[in-house]
């Protein structure tokens, strides 16, 4: 298989979004401000937040860091959440997951308002695009979207999706759909599996198993997307066995350097949404 | 193919139902309201109006009748639904489509609270079904859902379903996930859609072609949903060409006395669950 070029397609997104930023900016009167909710004791939070700020900053975006320590209650967490959602000088917010208290996640996506919801997550925005009515989208659905459209994949074509949460499979379904094709959402628990993903025209994977998908679930042809990071004796690999890939014809990702690179965009492009959307309503 | 009893499900559904309002009309102190707010001029909006009103007053439900006239303005068919869906002696509100103003829809949608919209048109109850936490759900979606559950089609199964409406494929497509179904949803761009559904294990059609799908689209043993209503001569037939499938094994639904009556009963299953989630939150 031959290697889609993700790191070109997230360079080619990430140029377009620098001078809407840049736009954006103007408009404001500051540069945008996306804050991140995180807990202040956890190392991977920080880890994430890091390479996050990297490539924000590079499109001008100022990445505000608002913590919780590890003695907060539910009351004082959604009490920062609101605060940063309220402030008209925050255009996006995102809270990181997992959250100490897992019952909080649906109470916190009810309290970031729709229209600074970078991540995704309130209901109202999984709504609009069951409704096609698309506002933000979970980066990792939208990135995926970006590389089939950007592989010009033929309208009407069958897309197993190996991946049933809501932030790939369920939403990519619904924005499948939105652009003519034709949705398969596997898991599992589904039947003949390797059945399913050997009869569609492209296959998405975001199964969490390192290598679980080799050449005998994939037919000639194929695009293949992966969405797995997996870290393996200290290496990131996805969940497509790269190596078994290269003895059939078709296009696939790689990991790393395929669908995260865009991912990142995506987020991005988010915000940039959820800013404009807030200037509309002045 | 033999013909699923769904009068018989429907009946089931009714009776439960039945105990349910009785204990709610208990709690309330009043017997549980329906508001329908229609277009007074419309003699399609009468008739459907009617045929529910007999289904309803069965379960003790008192459907109000709310009517607006041809010369209503935008903003007076909104202030209509809006002092409805406020009332605290209305547990429940819908409104008839199409409205006069295609663009009215989704404001509609947005004056309706989401605990009181039995119809469910609230983009928040939409996303409620894509993250497994459904509260109403479209009610031919559901009658479909029941239909299949009380098929005991076994989990994994695939469903292939020819609809991508908001009102039937799309939710039905997370519904199907929520209970471990593998969905398929395909439309008039799919490629290969009768090779599609030949492979299902479950076929439901909602495509409003009058017997489209005959038994050349369908394998032996397959299990049939027909969402369809059409009427051909002044008779009320479906998309599934039923006189065709009686050469192939399997269990279909008729038109009528399938999906239809379990989709009535559905209805007021959503009435149910708004009337609890407010008496839930005095």
Redesign the interface.
């Known amino acids: 298989m031959e290697i889609i070029d993700c790191r070109s397609i997230a360079g080619g997104i990430s140029s377009n979004l620098k001078e809407e930023f840049d736009k954006l900016s103007d408009r404001l009167g500051r540069p945008p401000v996306l804050a991140v909710v995180t807990d202040g004791d956890s190392k991977e939070s920080a880890s994430y937040l890091r390479s996050r700020k990297k490539s924000a900053e590079k499109l001008g975006i100022v990445v505000r860091d608002i913590t919780y320590g590890s003695g907060s209650t539910k009351k004082e967490i959604l009490e920062i959440v609101r605060k940063s959602s309220s402030s008209s000088e925050v255009d996006g917010v995102m809270v990181s997951f997992p959250l100490p208290f897992p019952e909080l996640t649906?109470e916190v996506a009810d309290v970031i308002p729709w229209n600074k919801d970078v991540d995704c997550i309130?209901?109202?925005?999984?709504?609009?695009?069951?409704?096609?009515?698309e506002f933000v989208a979970p980066a990792t659905a939208m990135s995926v979207m970006k590389i089939i459209e950007s592989e010009g994949v033929?309208?009407?074509?069958?897309v197993a999706v190996v991946n049933?949460s809501?932030v790939i499979?369920?939403?990519l379904?619904?924005m499948l759909?939105n652009r003519?094709y034709?949705?398969?959402?596997?898991?599992t628990?589904?039947?003949d599996l390797k059945g399913?993903t050997q009869?569609a025209?492209v296959v998405v994977v975001g199964a969490g198993k390192a290598r679980l998908v080799d050449a005998s679930w994939i037919s000639e042809g194929t695009t293949v997307i992966d969405a797995g990071i997996n870290v393996v004796d200290g290496h990131v690999v996805g969940d497509v066995d790269q190596e078994s890939m290269s003895s059939i014809s078709g296009r696939m990702t790689s990991v790393p350097g395929g669908v995260g690179p865009v991912t990142t965009q995506m987020l991005f492009s988010n915000l940039l949404k959820c800013a404009e959307s807030q200037l509309g309503n002045r």
């Open positions: 649906s309130n209901p109202r925005n999984h709504g609009l695009i069951m409704e096609n009515r033929r309208q009407g074509s069958t049933r809501v499979g369920r939403p379904a619904m759909l003519n034709t949705p398969i959402v596997c898991h628990k589904t039947v399913v009869r025209d």
